[in-house]
């Protein structure tokens, strides 16, 4: 029987905590992210005036000199990541094409997972190939992670961010720690 009298109960995002010797999983900071959905003949204005050239290709990103971040989620779709007090949704309410941006901040939480084994242990329950060869710096993707669906962004060779809705992050917390204790790393 398990000795319960040195079982210590940890709250599930704590930052602090660490998941295996050489990965950590930990709670991305703060984060303006907007919903973006626009036809391709939108794109280039709409590019201007975010000071990045909105990717077109599949899995494909483009940040800013200021850290906004465009990652392409489907022919018609991007996630814009910014800084927390970003005038991003100013910006884009002053463009004269037609397009939806949809502030989801609230709705989203961002995970970082980082250092040698990354990728095996997001790999623990994300069927996506996170090989360097397929799946590159800079590549973003829908994708699911164990029973839930996450957007993965590789950001390093060994530093991933995963975004997911803010009432899976719990889980997806949890369940990155527990793949990186199971990959042994």
């Known amino acids: 029987m398990a000795d319960m009298s040195s079982a210590t109960r940890l709250h599930p995002l704590r930052a602090d905590r660490q998941s295996g010797r050489t990965v950590s999983v930990t709670p991305a900071g703060d984060a303006t992210r907007i919903s973006l959905r ?13 000071g990045l050239s909105l990717p077109t290709r599949p899995k494909s990103t483009a940040v800013a000199k200021d850290g906004r971040a465009a990652l392409w989620l489907g022919p018609d779709e991007w996630l814009l990541i910014d800084a927390p007090d970003s005038d991003v ?6 463009a004269d094409v037609l397009h939806s941006a949809v502030d989801v901040s609230h709705r989203n939480v961002g995970i970082i997972v980082s250092g040698e084994g990354a ?5 623990g329950g994300c069927p996506q ?16 992670l164990g029973k839930i ?5 590789r950001t390093g060779e060994d530093s991933f961010r995963i ?6 992050s719990e889980y997806a917390y949890s369940f990155l720690q527990e793949s990186a204790k199971d990959c042994g790393i």
Do not use: H, M, N, Q
Not at 119 to 123: A, V
Not at 149 to 153: A, D, H, N, P, T
């Open 119 to 123: 990728d095996r242990t997001i790999s």
């Open 129 to 144: 190939d996170l090989s360097l060869a397929a799946f590159p710096v800079g590549a973003a993707s829908r994708t699911v």
């Open 149 to 153: 669906e996450v957007i993965v962004w």
């Open 38 to 50: 626009a036809r391709p003949d939108a794109v280039a204005k709409l590019s201007r005036l975010l």
């Open 163 to 168: 975004e997911c809705w803010r009432s899976f």
């Open 89 to 94: 949704a100013a910006v884009l309410a002053r």
